[in-house]
């Protein structure tokens, strides 16, 4: 069979399986679940094969990408069918996030800025899910903007699934006052520098169109002096950064932070300066806080999938060490 | 019009994984969708939420009511917004080869802004408040700190000098000099395998947040 | 304006941060729209002239164009859910920006086992410091270290490195980068850097 006519097949077998699932779902077939002993075997079956590439990568051939590619893909595809369950450890800076929002009273006020974009929503539209959920479980009053376009969209997914949880929902919560999206505004860290004496100024309207002395919630407020806690979900530029630069910095605020994984190592220096009072870094961070406020989102359930792929990057780092020093010791001897 | 949307973000997933098979017309038309969708997706949020919201609105605002119908105070037309109009038709000459040379006005402005804001703001936070945190007593007030926090002091105060004499590259890395230099590269090289494994953590939970999408919404394998 | 506003907040220079404030995020929104205009100079003279891959170019221009006249077209309510805008931003930009960014987790893994090499002990405490952290920072650490006792095990460690010796490295790396800035925007305000002005 010719390649090409390989790859067609292949196309065809993948469009018939979505269609068959995908009619499945529709007609209300059960989700796909491994017991706990097809689970154990499936991780007892990858070991083995990961052995077998350890055993190829010793004899001098390295593996091609596309199987480091399909390993990758098992390892964080399977995972999400197995009960299997882990203990999750609550690790300091996700604790000193949980402990600020404890000492906040009844009627808080608590600004969120949601400065991240879809790429980033995995890992960050957890911790925002839970901190919304802490906050109208405690009866705080949430302000949420962006400094990204895609914020305050962000924003409204999660604001979506949180007012949808039962115990929310009992709450009958008001946007306007118990909540407001104040939208997006363009201008990186002189966003941030403006609020500081005026936030109105830069956000003339919510992002609905509603002018800003016409929202119960944010007409008495004029700046950061009449807010009691702000929280940011930063993947990048602006960000965490910025908001430590200048809110923090020079307007004295008390804030908190939810980073990507990639960001979050950048972030260490600023909580031991205590310019940062906690940070949840990561899915691992989400996971963490979503034990701690009982929300049971996206992040602790992926955090099994997580920890696979781990492994397996791990194990093909040591695989790729392996064959490297007994090709070192095979130069050597040959010398 | 759900199924359809569904079918569309599975093919759309889809298209850009087959890269990982080779480079072929699936994924080139998904990139193609992709640039186009999202450079007109910023085209419009722009528009509404800084040339709409901002510009027009500051400089033709609306008769705005208050809750008792009264005229609310402060709704003057801005008309130094105008200067920023300006600046940013400015910014467009730059599509015009004859012309283009205005935009570095604008381009003048945004930079020189910038650089007035990062003067103070970087040498602030990042410089001074960190160094402050450094030089701290390492044994704590009355030598009252835990063995756990002392070790951790020290760690710190060494590691942020070494690794500041290696970045001094003005002298010459030999003798003492060297030696500290050598150990803040160690401080380094761990720094930069604690960012690669988060690095790991990070590019691994965006990928499963898209097969999550696939096995989970899109097919309803997984609850 | 904005080094003179932190010495004197008061008016007229408060004021005049504000307008330049406001100026920088209207000169933004004009920036994007040039980014994109580019873009479909660039698409429409591929179309014209019939380049290889001209196709995608009329793609690139559908796509522009049909989510910048349904954005237009809504008003400022263009966000909310059940807008068309809101359908293309969930269904379409969603899953391609994400997708883009989450196949880079095959990439990383197929690097790393291609590259990361313990050459020397420099690259043998970066793998080890990657090592524990990768390990210790997702619960099967835990579950691997569970003979340990409390506070001793990977958790801890992933923990202590992250804490300490990481935060040192970060440490030096800041003040390093915020120096440059300090003497880069120096340069910039007194005239002597004058790159970004080259050229049209």
């Known amino acids: 069979m010719s390649t090409k006519a390989k790859e067609i097949l292949a196309l065809a077998m993948i469009f018939a399986f979505s269609l068959i699932f995908y009619i499945g779902k529709v007609l209300g077939w059960e989700a796909v679940r491994f017991s706990t002993t097809v689970s154990l075997i499936v991780i007892l079956l990858v070991a083995l094969s990961l052995l077998w590439i350890l055993i190829l990568t010793i004899r001098g051939r390295l593996v091609e990408r596309r199987i480091v590619f399909l390993y990758v893909g098992i390892a964080v595809a399977l995972p999400l069918f197995m009960t299997l369950s882990q203990k999750i450890t609550i690790s300091p800076e996700v604790e000193a996030v949980y402990n600020t929002l404890e000492e906040l009273p009844e009627g808080s006020k608590v600004l969120v800025s949601f400065d991240y974009d879809p790429p980033s929503a995995p890992e960050l539209q957890p911790m925002a899910e839970a901190f919304l959920y802490y906050c109208f479980e405690h009866d705080l009053k949430v302000i949420m903007m962006g400094l990204w376009p895609q914020g305050p969209m962000q924003a409204n997914l999660a604001i979506e699934k949180v007012l949808s949880d039962e115990k929310i929902k009992s709450k009958n919560l008001k946007y306007g006052e118990d909540y407001v999206n104040l939208g997006f505004q363009a201008g990186y860290e002189f966003v941030i520098q403006r609020m500081g004496s005026d936030f109105r100024s830069m956000f003339p309207t919510d992002y609905r169109g509603t002018p800003y002395e016409q929202i119960p919630l944010v007409k008495n407020v004029k700046n950061f002096s009449n807010i009691d806690y702000c929280f940011n979900l930063s993947s990048g530029f602006p960000g965490t950064r910025e908001w430590v630069q200048i809110a923090v910095d020079r307007y004295g605020v008390t804030l908190g932070a939810g980073n990507t994984a990639v960001q979050a190592p950048q972030m260490y220096p600023f909580m031991r300066a205590g310019q940062l009072v906690g940070l949840l870094g990561g899915m691992v961070g989400a996971a963490e806080f979503e034990f701690l406020t009982k929300w049971i989102g996206k992040g602790t359930k992926f955090m099994i999938s997580q920890s696979f792929a781990h492994v397996i990057v791990i194990a093909f780092i040591i695989i790729g060490n392996v064959a490297f020093f007994r090709s070192k010791r095979k130069t050597g001897l040959k010398r | 019009m759900e199924h359809f949307a569904l079918w569309l973000g599975g093919f759309l997933t889809l298209g850009i994984f087959s890269f990982l098979y080779k480079d072929n017309p699936w994924y080139k038309l998904t990139e193609a969708i992709y640039v186009g969708i999202s450079a007109g997706y910023f085209v419009v949020v722009?528009?509404?939420?800084?040339?709409?919201?901002?510009?027009?609105?500051?400089?033709?605002?609306?008769?705005?009511?208050?809750?008792?119908?009264?005229?609310?105070?402060?709704?003057?037309?801005?008309?130094?917004?105008?200067?920023?109009?300006?600046?940013?038709?400015?910014?467009?000459?730059?599509?015009?080869?004859?012309?283009?040379?205005i935009s570095r006005w604008p381009l003048a402005f945004i930079v020189g802004a910038t650089a007035g804001l990062w003067l103070i703001n970087y040498f602030a936070s990042f410089v001074m408040v960190q160094i402050q945190n450094t030089v701290t007593p390492l044994f704590g007030a009355d030598y009252s700190a835990s063995l756990f926090v002392i070790v951790g002091n020290i760690v710190v105060a060494v590691g942020t000098f070494t690794g500041l004499i290696y970045f001094f590259f003005s002298k010459e890395h030999r003798g003492a000099f060297g030696g500290a230099a050598r150990v803040g590269i160690f401080f380094l090289m761990i720094t930069f395998g604690a960012s690669f494994g988060y690095t790991v953590m990070s590019r691994m939970s965006l990928l499963i947040g898209r097969i999550d999408f696939l096995f989970g919404d899109w097919l309803g394998m997984i609850k | 304006m904005f080094v003179i506003q932190y010495f004197i907040p008061h008016f007229p220079f408060n004021r005049m941060s504000h307008w330049f404030s406001d100026w920088f995020a209207i000169i933004l929104a004009c920036a994007i729209v040039l980014g994109a205009l580019n873009l479909m100079k660039i698409s429409i003279q591929k179309v014209i002239k019939k380049k290889p891959g001209w196709g995608y170019a009329v793609v690139i221009i559908v796509s522009f164009l049909l989510i910048t006249v349904i954005g237009l077209s809504e008003g400022e309510g263009f966000r909310e859910p059940g807008t068309w805008f809101d359908w293309l931003y969930v269904y379409v930009y969603t899953p391609c920006s994400s997708t883009m960014f989450a196949i880079l987790g095959f990439f990383v893994a197929s690097a790393s086992y291609r590259a990361f090499r313990a050459r020397n002990f420099e690259a043998t405490l970066l793998l080890l410091a990657a090592f524990f952290v990768m390990i210790g920072r997702v619960p099967v650490g835990d579950i691997i270290s569970g003979f340990m006792p409390e506070g001793a095990r990977l958790s801890n460690l992933a923990s202590w490195i992250m804490t300490f010796p990481q935060t040192a490295g970060q440490r030096a790396i800041m003040i390093g980068i915020a120096l440059g800035i300090v003497s880069t925007s120096l340069r910039v305000i007194l005239g002597i850097e004058r790159a970004h002005l080259a050229g049209e």
Do not use: C, Q, T
Not at chain 2, 51 to 70: D, M, Q, T
Not at chain 2, 77 to 82: E, G, H, K, T
């Open chain 2, 46 to 101: 722009y528009f509404w939420d800084n040339f709409y919201s901002k510009f027009w609105i500051g400089v033709f605002p609306h008769k705005r009511l208050n809750e008792a119908g009264e005229l609310i105070a402060g709704v003057e037309p801005d008309y130094w917004l105008i200067v920023g109009g300006v600046l940013g038709l400015l910014m467009l000459m730059r599509l015009l080869p004859k012309v283009g040379w």
